[in-house]
C-alpha cells in the first residue's frame, strides 16, 4: 500500500495515467462511431471500403492537365483532379509571390500614387471575401469580353474572348526525352555554379561570376539545341474554327477567372507581409548601403530584401498553405479541381465518407509537405546564435 500511495502522490505517474485514460477514451468513442457507421451503411447497401476506386469513372473533366477519358478508374480521375489543384496552385504562389513582394515596396514608396495604388490594392483583398471576388471575376468575364467571332486581338496568334484567351504554343513532334533532359541538365549547371560562387565568396570574401558564365552556357546551349532539333520543332498558332479557336494553347474563363482571383486576393496579403518584413529591418543597415555608395534597388535587393526574409518567410508558410486550400473555391466558377472531381465521385458511388476521407487525407499531406520544405528554407537562413 505504501508503494501504490507513493505512485500516486507522484505527479508524473497521475499525468501518465490521465493521458491514457484520455486516449483509450477516444479510441472507444472512435470505434463505437466507426461500427455505428458501418452497420448503418451496410443496412442501406453501401459498405465500407475502397473498392470503387478502381471501377470506371464514367464521367468526364472538362479541362485536364493530365491524359484522361470517362473510361479511366476512379483513382486515375482523381489523381487528374489533383494535377489540376497544383497546376493552379503553383501558378498562383509563383505570380502571387512576384506580385507581392512589388505591393509591399510600393506600400513604402514616397510617391503618394504608387504608395495609394498598392494601399488600395491590398485593403480591397483583404477586406473581400474571396468567393465574392471569384464570382464577380468570372461575372464580370462573360459581360465585358466580346463573343468568340469578335474577339480582341492581344498580339500575332493571341486573341481573347468569352470562350478564353487562346495564344500560340510550341510543338515538338517527337519524343520529349531530348529537351526534358536539356531542361534537367541546364537546371543542374545552374544550381552548381551558384553553390561553387556561394562557396568560393565565403572563403575568399569575392563572389566570382560563375552564375553569370553559366546563364551565358545554357543560352548558348539552348540556341544550339534549337537549331539541332529545328526539324521537330514547331509553332502552333490558334485559328478560328466555327465557333472557338483550335490549336495553340488556351486558357478558359474558370481557369482565367480562379487564376486571376486567387493571385489578386493572395498578393494582397503576401504584400503586407513582404512591408512588414521591410520595416522589421533595422534602420542602420539602410545607412550603411547608403555609406556604401548603393543604389536604392541596389539596397532593395542586396540588403533589405534578404534581411527581411527572415521575417517574411514564416507567414508567408500559412499563405502559400491557404493557396492551397483556397483552390477548392474553384468549384463555384466551375473549374474541375480535386475537390471538384471527388465530388462528383462521392455522388456517383454513394462513397461519401472515403471520399471526405481521401479529401482531407490528400490535402494534409500536400499542406504538410509543402510547410517542410518552407520550414527547412526558413532553418537555413535563420540567424544562428554563437
Known amino acids: 500500500m505504501g508503494e501504490e500511495t507513493e505512485m500516486l502522490q507522484d505527479v508524473r505517474f497521475r499525468a501518465i495515467i490521465v493521458q491514457i485514460a484520455l486516449l483509450a477514451g477516444i479510441a472507444a468513442l472512435g470505434f463505437m462511431l466507426f461500427t455505428a457507421t458501418a452497420r448503418n451503411l451496410e443496412l442501406r447497401g453501401i459498405p465500407l471500403g475502397f473498392g470503387f476506386l478502381w471501377r470506371p469513372a464514367n464521367f468526364q473533366i472538362a479541362e485536364t492537365i493530365l491524359p484522361y477519358s470517362s473510361s479511366d478508374p476512379n483513382w486515375w480521375a482523381a489523381v487528374v483532379g489533383l494535377s489540376n489543384s497544383l497546376f493552379i496552385s503553383v501558378l498562383v504562389i509563383l505570380l502571387a509571390s512576384v506580385i507581392g513582394l512589388f505591393i509591399g515596396i510600393g506600400r513604402l514608396s514616397s510617391n503618394p500614387l504608387v504608395s495609394g495604388l498598392c494601399r488600395v490594392w491590398v485593403e480591397v483583398a483583404r477586406n473581400t471575401p474571396l468567393v465574392v471576388l471569384l464570382i464577380f471575376n468570372y ?126 486576393y493572395t498578393a494582397g496579403f503576401i504584400g503586407e507581409i513582404v512591408r512588414g518584413g521591410i520595416l522589421a529591418v533595422r534602420k542602420g543597415q539602410w545607412e550603411a548601403a547608403t555609406a556604401l555608395g548603393l543604389s536604392r534597388g541596389q539596397t532593395y535587393r542586396l ?28 468549384i463555384v466558377v466551375g473549374y474541375q479541381d480535386f475537390m471538384t472531381v471527388v465530388s462528383t465521385m462521392i455522388n456517383k458511388t454513394s462513397h461519401a465518407i472515403e471520399g471526405v476521407a481521401i479529401i482531407l487525407g490528400v490535402f494534409l499531406a500536400v499542406n504538410l509537405a509543402l510547410s517542410a520544405l518552407l520550414n527547412a528554407y526558413n532553418r537555413r537562413i535563420a540567424i544562428v546564435e554563437r
Do not use: C
Not at 479557336?245 to 486558357?251: D, H, K, M, N
Not at 507567414?315 to 492551397?324: A, D
Open 139 to 264: 461575372a464580370l468575364w462573360w459581360e465585358i469580353l466580346p463573343l468568340a467571332t469578335e474577339a480582341w486581338k492581344l498580339a500575332p496568334g493571341t486573341h481573347i474572348s468569352v470562350r478564353g484567351l487562346s495564344m500560340p504554343a510550341l510543338g515538338w513532334s517527337t519524343s520529349t526525352f531530348a529537351p526534358v533532359a536539356f531542361v534537367g541538365v541546364s537546371a543542374v549547371i545552374l544550381a552548381g555554379a551558384s553553390y561553387a560562387a556561394r562557396r568560393r565568396q565565403i572563403e575568399t570574401g569575392s563572389r566570382p561570376a560563375y552564375v553569370s558564365a553559366a546563364w551565358l552556357f545554357v543560352a548558348v546551349a539552348a540556341g544550339i539545341f534549337l537549331f539541332a532539333y529545328r526539324d521537330v520543332i514547331s509553332l502552333d498558332i490558334p485559328e478560328f474554327r466555327r465557333a472557338n479557336f483550335a490549336g495553340g494553347w488556351s486558357l478558359t474563363p474558370e481557369l482565367t477567372t480562379i487564376l486571376i482571383g486567387l493571385t489578386f
Open 303 to 330: 540588403v533589405v530584401v534578404p534581411l527581411a526574409l527572415r521575417s517574411i518567410v514564416p507567414p508567408l508558410n500559412s499563405q502559400y498553405i491557404n493557396v492551397v486550400k483556397n483552390s477548392t473555391l474553384a
